[in-house]
């Protein structure tokens, strides 16, 4: 059974920086790209990026361009997205997301999310 | 981008009635479109993929359609665990995007 806890959400002032984490198991973590999606509070679905199964390819919603970037630890089935210059705009559940498979396709695995809240 | 448009935005319905939730895309997208079901403070489900292909485990209550820029969402007989919100994707191209939501209520 496939399984993703997300982590390191936090309350942190405009401007400042978080890393989240995303722990997988019970699937061969390298063969999948995964990915980051948001929801702000009462809000729909945005995503915000996504890394190919290698790590070498990688993609990013144009609001957090610059400022996010996503990585993976294939050794650890471990995901990532560094938050730089946060902004009250990014405030939201992130969810950590496995693709059914490679190339375009949807996202059939889902974390519990980790809230991430930017205010001073 | 693309954009998915979602109707109704909310809707109130019996045990047992017949629902149905529309997403149009702006653009073609080619069957690239998924459904999925979120109910408060949980993550999102996968529902169908492909625009008609259920996932494993999803009642067969629900079904998928449509082509080209529309399709269609039916629940053929609601029941109390239905009542979530649910949102159409596409994932033609990059990036991603997702309808803005449709709220199934009990009436």
């Known amino acids: 059974e496939v399984h993703l806890l997300e982590s390191g959400g936090n309350l942190v002032q405009p401007g400042g920086s978080l890393r989240l984490s995303c722990a997988a198991s019970g699937f061969t973590f390298s063969n999948f790209a995964m990915s980051w999606v948001r929801q702000a509070p009462g809000k729909g679905l945005e995503w915000v990026s996504t890394?190919?199964?290698?790590?070498?390819?990688?993609s990013y919603t144009d609001s957090v361009k610059g400022r996010f970037t996503i990585s993976r630890d294939n050794s650890e089935s471990a995901l990532f997205l560094q938050m730089n210059s946060l902004r009250v705009e990014d405030s939201a559940i992130y969810y950590c997301a496995k693709k059914l498979s490679s190339g375009y396709f949807p996202f059939d695995s889902w974390g519990q999310g980790t809230l991430v809240t930017v205010s001073s | 981008d693309i954009q998915m448009t979602q109707s109704p935005a909310s809707l109130s319905a019996s045990i047992g009635d017949r629902v149905t939730i529309t997403c149009r895309a702006s653009q073609g997208i080619y069957n690239s479109l998924a459904w999925y079901q979120q109910k408060p403070g949980k993550a999102p489900k996968l529902l169908f993929h492909?625009?008609?292909r259920l996932e494993s485990g999803v009642p067969s209550r629900f079904s998928g359609s449509g082509s080209g820029t529309d399709y269609t969402l039916t629940i053929s007989s609601l029941q109390p665990e239905d009542f979530a919100t649910y949102y159409c994707q596409h994932y033609y191209n990059i990036p991603p995007t997702f309808g803005q939501g449709t709220k199934v209520e009990i009436k």
């Open positions: 890394v190919s199964g290698g790590g070498g390819s990688t």
């Open positions: 492909g625009a008609s």
